[in-house]
């Protein structure tokens, strides 16, 4: 009896081990499910982390610097730069010209007012460097609009200098190299100076300015050249008029006129460059026969710089 007991027993004891262990498994499987959870979770987080943390961490040196260029006047620019550091260096310069440099002084904004040179379609080119090497650049293209006109021609060792203004003109400066500024007074709209050229090649700073405070600078490099010597004279017989023209270059070319105003007048040209070497032109003699009656000559004689010396005499055979 106690031995049938003793196996029910066991046979229950079983039994409810058998149905025990899926409550065990659900529970193992709850908890793995919840440790996984819990780890995707902190896997997330720390992802979002990173990347917030990566965002805000960017330094800011590598902000870049801001420029802004403005055409504030008929013919000037204002550069505008901005910056969240110090500034090391900016430059900037017209066309294919030399770069011109502007002392930053560690300032982080920089301000600077430019002349537009003449012409049309100018490129400025600006260039920008921080205290961290970040840089920055502009390009962009001007044309002057200018309310005075200057035009320069040159002869021999005399400069004209012809203006028009649309206002009146008040005064012009201009000085050679660096040597000291000399200033002309100006009225009406227009006006015409001469200026004496020193020998050589030289740099011309001229600056005009109209009673309103407009300015129009002109800065052009001039070469001085002397004019040739002419002299002219008539041989003992009186028969033939003789011209003597000398130059340090050498003469080129020499013209003369035989009563122009007249229905016979008489033009001829004497290229020398195309019969003499330079150094056998540098002094030249040339006779030509009077007409009868009166001979006006207009005469010219031009040197390899395209410069000439005129005379105008009279003589009657």
């Known amino acids: 009896m106690n031995q049938i007991l003793s196996v029910e027993n066991t046979k229950k004891e079983k039994r409810r081990k058998i149905s025990n262990a899926p409550i065990e498994i659900q529970k193992i499987v709850t908890i793995f499910a919840i440790i996984m959870i819990i780890f995707g979770v902190a896997l997330i987080g720390s992802g979002s982390y990173a990347m917030y943390k990566g965002k805000s961490s960017t330094p800011k040196s590598a902000t870049r610097p801001i420029i802004v260029v403005t055409q504030t006047a008929g013919t000037q620019v204002t550069i505008q730069i901005t910056h969240d550091k110090p500034l090391s260096k900016v430059t900037y310069k017209w066309n294919d010209e030399e770069a011109i440099e502007i002392e930053t002084n560690s300032k982080s904004e920089i301000s600077q007012i430019i002349e537009i040179p003449s012409g049309n379609n100018n490129k400025l080119s600006i260039f920008v460097e921080d205290i961290n090497e970040q840089t920055a650049t502009n390009e962009s293209m001007y044309t002057a609009q200018r309310n005075i006109d200057v035009q320069l021609e040159a002869n021999g060792t005399d400069l004209k200098v012809s203006i028009e203004s649309e206002k009146e003109l008040a005064y012009m400066t201009y000085r050679w190299d660096d040597e000291e500024e000399q200033e002309v007074e100006l009225s009406g709209n227009q006006a015409e100076e001469t200026i004496e050229i020193p020998k050589g090649l030289h740099t011309l700073t001229l600056i005009v300015v109209d009673i309103e405070n407009n300015t129009q600078t002109e800065e052009q490099e001039i070469k001085a050249v002397t004019k040739p010597k002419l002299n002219i004279t008539v041989d ?82």
């Open 236 to 317: 003992q017989a009186g028969e033939n008029f003789i011209i003597k023209a000398s130059d340090e270059e050498g003469v080129k070319r020499i013209e003369f006129t035989i009563n122009a105003d007249s229905e016979n007048a008489e033009r001829n040209s004497l290229d020398l460059d195309k019969v003499f070497p330079i150094e056998e032109r540098k002094e030249f003699e040339y006779a030509y026969p009077l007409r009868e009656g009166d001979n006006k000559l207009i005469i010219r004689a031009y040197n390899e710089s395209g410069v000439y010396e005129e005379a105008r005499v009279m003589f009657r055979k």
